[in-house]
């Protein structure tokens, strides 16, 4: 707003992660199509190598490095590896953009979650992200380089439902630190944006329908949902357009104005405010509803699958 400059990816060092696949893979292909050099990280090395196969075929000029690392980003090793190994070929340089865009879902009941599966559930909600951003701030910060780190949440960071007690969590949490750089990284310099999508129908989507409760699966009918092109536009209009936080839809933009907390807004908040006076008890309300409406046949699920004996 009031003429700030806009961010231009064409030369800039852009790092990233769950770059072989989905949104990534998109916002990865809009970035190179803007001549950026492009550094994607995953674990697959087979999607990495298909996925640098089709950056290459939109690169813009010779001179643009595109490279693909192959590490698990949740752990700080994992993390610090990764990073480790795309600044070479910029002579150790930190990138300009790190783009954290990894992450995965497996929606499920709460009761039937294990410790192992509540301890996956973060680690691909949260720290698959929040690594990445402890290792670049600390390279970003002793550099000085004016970077930008930013994160990809959800609409369940704002509105939770039954089937993600694994996974919202994590993005409450995103929102949290997100919320916390964006305060501490003005000492620095360097910009921090959070985007909340809705639905994204990603391969990844396709591995949560496997584990998702169909009463998740219903109450979700009324989600139109977005393409990952959609997605990476949404995040690179965040960026260009200097938001700290951006939604994907109307309906989590009201979640987004109602919730927002510390984070700042934009001029159209107050009217959102009004108008989730309104849409949001609706909307709660007819979740809640749904769910009441299948405690029989809940029941009849737990029963087929031993549960009560198990748990007495």
Known sequence: M???????????????????????????IILVKQGAHVSIVARDQNKLKKAVEELEKVRQNSDQIIKWYSHSLSTYEGASAALQEACQPFGGKVPNV?????????????????????????????????????????????QKSKGKIVFVAS??????MVGYASYAPGKFALRGLAESLRSEFQLYGIGVHIYYPCTIFTPGYAEEMKTKPAITAKIEESDSGITP???????????????????????????RSATRGSGPGDIFDPLRNIGAWIIIPIV??????????????HEEYLRSKGFYESNK
Not at 234 to 255: E, M, Y
């Open 2 to 28: 009031f003429g700030q400059k806009k961010w231009v990816p064409k030369g800039q060092h852009c790092y990233v992660t769950g770059g072989s696949q989905g949104t990534g893979l998109s916002l990865a």
């Open 98 to 142: 790190i783009f954290n865009c990894a992450g995965s879902s497996r929606p499920t009941y709460f009761v039937e979650e294990t410790p192992e599966t509540m301890k996956n559930g973060m680690d691909n909600a949260y720290w698959v992200q929040a690594y990445t951003a402890l290792v670049a701030s600390k390279m970003m910060v002793g």
């Open 155 to 160: 609409t369940l960071a704002y509105f939770s």
């Open 229 to 255: 092109e959609t997605a990476a536009q949404g995040i690179l209009d965040c960026v260009q357009k200097g938001k700290f936080q951006h939604a994907s839809d109307w309906i989590t933009n009201f979640f």
């Open 284 to 297: 709660r309300a007819y979740t809640d509803r749904q769910v009441r409406g299948v405690r029989v046949e």
